[in-house]
């Protein structure tokens, strides 16, 4: 029942978040670098993950099951969420502006976003590993690793959110592994309200606030299920994204230029060679699908 809550508390959020966030110009601005096709997107209403966030967490408190190590996970996903907003609000009162030859969109600062990750990252990897959950077995290496992984997931969900419904679509599917827990079933639900606004042409984005509190979300689900070692294969998809830009970056500086893609996240560089968005968006999530399959199979979830 949390699930058909969680999707019409959602409904209800994010189609009167929208109504709000054109009334006060919170609309997206697109790097006029990327794909021409993404254009038309400009001044689409942003912060959306404020609505599907908020629908969740209500029903989670309301309807789910709660004990202290959830309500830990809660606690990363909001203060993990309040960098993204700060963010997207830093965005926004930079729109149409190029500051110290800045990019219109950029927000706060990579170099401070990363601390405040690693802050809350780093709390929340203490608090598991001194509560049973391991990754290598050695307490300190623990700590690093879920740190590591939870900085990870944060980011690469904020690269994967570039094209209609595919963060939203993607983290729907991954959560499904988790679905036992309340949290994850609550989210589930949110995020498909999410999509009936974000479906192409999206009416609404989730915007850092959104992607960072599903990746940190996420994340911390798997460290506390003790399946941390899934995410490289249920979270296929955001890893590639990342390592694409890290690629992308690494051998741009390494050659003075030169380019491994058309243009990163890779989504971008499936677009620049022809596919249509809804195409590379298909197959992203028929790829999560697959790989969500196997590890439901493996756990004998499904057989």
């Keep these: 029942m949390i699930i058909i809550y969680s999707v019409l508390l959602s409904i209800l959020f994010v189609g009167n978040f929208i109504q709000f966030a054109k009334r006060f110009s919170w609309g997206k601005s697109i790097r006029k670098a990327g794909p021409k096709s993404h254009l038309s997107k400009e001044g689409t209403p942003t912060m959306g993950g404020l609505g599907f966030l908020s629908a969740a967490i209500i029903s989670y408190l309301i309807w789910g099951q709660k004990t202290q190590a959830s309500q830990i996970l809660v606690l990363l996903t909001v203060t993990t969420a309040l960098i ?48 049973g959950h391991a990754m290598f077995g050695n307490y300190y290496l623990d700590i690093i690793g879920f740190t590591i992984v939870i900085m990870g997931m944060i980011n690469a969900l904020n690269f994967t959110d570039g094209l209609d419904g595919l963060a939203a679509g993607v983290s729907v599917l991954v959560l499904i592994v988790f679905i036992e827990l309340s949290f994850s079933k609550a989210l589930i639900g949110a995020l498909l309200g999410f999509l009936w606004y974000n479906n192409k042409p999206a009416r609404v984005f989730m915007g850092g606030v959104g992607s960072e509190a599903l990746g940190a979300a996420i994340a911390a689900t798997a460290i506390l299920s003790d399946k941390v070692w899934y995410l490289p294969l249920i979270a296929i998809i955001p890893l590639i994204e990342m390592l694409s830009v890290i690629i992308q970056v690494s051998y741009f500086k390494l050659t003075n230029g030169k380019r491994v893609f058309k243009m990163t996240p890779i989504h971008h560089h499936f677009e620049l060679t022809g596919w249509p968005e809804s195409k590379v968006v298909a197959r992203f999530l028929l790829i999560t699908s697959f790989v969500v399959l196997l590890a439901l199979v493996y756990t004998g979830k499904i057989l």
């Design 84 to 131: 993204g907003f700060y963010d997207d609000i830093l965005s926004l009162q930079k729109k149409n502006k190029v500051a110290r030859g800045e990019d219109a969109s950029t927000g706060l600062l990579a170099r401070y976003r990363l601390l405040g990750q690693g802050i809350f990252a780093l709390s929340f990897a203490v608090y598991a590993a001194n509560n």
